[in-house]
């Protein structure tokens, strides 16, 4: 049974830091790529950013810069550190995983992050 489970999400002002966790099981983690994604209310599920096998990333124009994806295949982790964040930045970010494509089979329930003054 494959599990993806995030973590790390909140309340945070503008210019503060998160970091979210995604803790997945079920799967042979270090063979699948890895993304970030997000939907905020009333708009489509975009991508944040993606992480390969190799460990190469990826990210949305919008959050070059501030986000960072990492991975830890020996603990099966996912990470985004996410800085200097902005109201725009508020939604429910979910894990993905994904053999050969992203977005991939498997999801996460969501983590709300919500940045507000």
């Known amino acids: 049974q494959v599990q993806l489970v995030e973590s790390g999400g909140g309340l945070v002002q503008p210019g503060g830091s998160l970091r979210l966790s995604c803790a997945a099981s079920?799967?042979?983690?270090?063979?699948?790529?890895m993304g970030w994604y997000r939907q905020a209310l009333g708009k489509q599920r975009e991508l944040v950013g993606t992480?390969?096998?190799?460990?190469?990333?990826n990210y949305a124009d919008s959050v070059k810069g501030r986000f960072t994806i990492s991975r830890d295949n020996a603990k099966n982790m996912v990470y985004l550190q996410m800085n200097n964040l902005k109201p725009e930045d508020t939604a429910v970010y979910y894990c993905?995983?994904?053999?050969?494509?992203?977005?991939?089979?498997?999801w996460g329930q969501g983590t709300q992050v919500t940045v507000s003054s």
């Open positions: 992480i390969y096998r190799g460990g190469s990333t």
């Open positions: 993905n995983a994904g053999q050969f494509k992203l977005p991939g089979t498997y």
């Open positions: 079920g799967i042979n983690f270090s063979a699948y790529a």
